[in-house]
């Protein structure tokens, strides 16, 4: 969709529910989608909400995204940790970009604790689980409205 924030899941994301649901939660990506939608369309904007499993389609995505929509919101899930071609991809657009995690990666295990993502980013938002989406849409629109492109 042209002018939408686009919001990219990673891998495994489509597992949410199921997956972890101790550091994940119980709620689907379907369900996180939904709450996605509700809150986009109370501020007026529009999203495009999409996953993948595979590094070259979010890769695609990226630079879609650079195109057509106003700002990306990426949780990149475990390619955060690994993918110097998502960080590429980011460094070569221009639209911003907000880090979004459910979880505190720096929390956890220490292989979580770098992101190739990060230092590309606007911004990171995470440990909040699904709500993270919600304050990831609000920190966008502030962003675009500060930048005057909204
Ligand atoms: C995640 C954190 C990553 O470390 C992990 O690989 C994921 C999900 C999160 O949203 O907390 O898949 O991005």
């Known amino acids: 969709m042209a002018n939408a924030i686009y919001i990219i899941n990673g891998p495994n994301l489509n597992l949410l529910g199921q997956r972890e649901p101790g550091i994940y939660g119980n709620g689907s990506l379907d369900d996180i989608k939904a709450d996605c939608n509700a809150f986009a369309s109370k501020l ?23 195109k057509k929509a106003r700002g990306i919101i990426l949780n990149a899930g475990a390619y955060t940790h690994t993918s110097v071609a998502l960080h590429d991809a980011i460094r070569a657009g221009s639209v911003p970009v907000i880090e979004l995690h459910l979880s505190n990666t720096h929390a956890r295990e220490e292989f979580r604790h770098k992101s190739y993502i990060s230092p590309v980013a606007h911004g990171v938002i995470m440990g909040f689980g699904g709500d993270g989406y919600l304050l990831a849409i609000r920190a966008m629109c502030t962003l675009l409205d500060s930048t005057n492109s909204l």
Do not use: K
């Open 44 to 66: 007026n904007v529009s999203i495009e909400f999409r996953q993948s499993n595979h590094e070259g389609m979010l890769v695609d995505w990226i630079q879609e995204a650079d």
